[in-house]
């Protein structure tokens, strides 16, 4: 078995042909697109990068070390890989280029949205913000057709909700850091996805949000993104 054989995955037809969404764990994502592996936060303690395939594309949401990590980057990084990240990871990743909160830009014939990802609500002991707004990016990634919203460590801001046309939403449920599943669930009722997946969801229960959803015609799927 391959190492990318171990994880579970969805296909999806678009416009341009079949996406490939594989679940690697956490808040890391591997979309397979038109000849194209493109990655989202890759984690060492999720995944032997070593063994999966090179990146063409990797998408950086914030400098936290789930979430940035150099030796899963150099494990699929090749010298034309492109690497987008948020501005708080400016001058952390050598070669990267930075998306600041609404900037929308080209990449490998994809068009990329950075949505901004903060805290309102769930502080450190000390006031501050576990992430503070202008630092994170969420990604709107257009695949096609179809929409693709992979949230980053975020609470259901205002600027999420006002979102449309997403077909599929990748959205964090981990406390103290990100979304309540009531959180989650608010935040699904104003984006209407067709596909949701909770991630990056820790020890969480996730059927909390799928009963939440009930009725509302969101497609809620559970995948190994603990």
Known sequence: ???LDRFESDTLGTSEGDLTIVFLGHGSLLFQYAEQEIYVDPYGRVADYGGLPKANVIFITH????HL????????????TVIIHAGVCEGMVQGGVTMRNGNVTAVNGLTVEAVPAYNVLHMREGGDPFHPRGDGNGYVIAFGDKRVYVAGDTENTPEMKMLRDIEVAFLPMNLPYTMTSEMVADAARAIRPKILYPYHFGSTDTSE????LSGTGIDVRIRKMG
């Open 1 to 3: 078995m391959s190492e």
């Open 69 to 80: 990590d150099p030796k899963a980057l150099a494990q699929v990084r090749m010298q034309d």
């Open 63 to 66: 400098d936290h070390q789930d």
């Open 209 to 212: 949000v799928v009963e939440l």
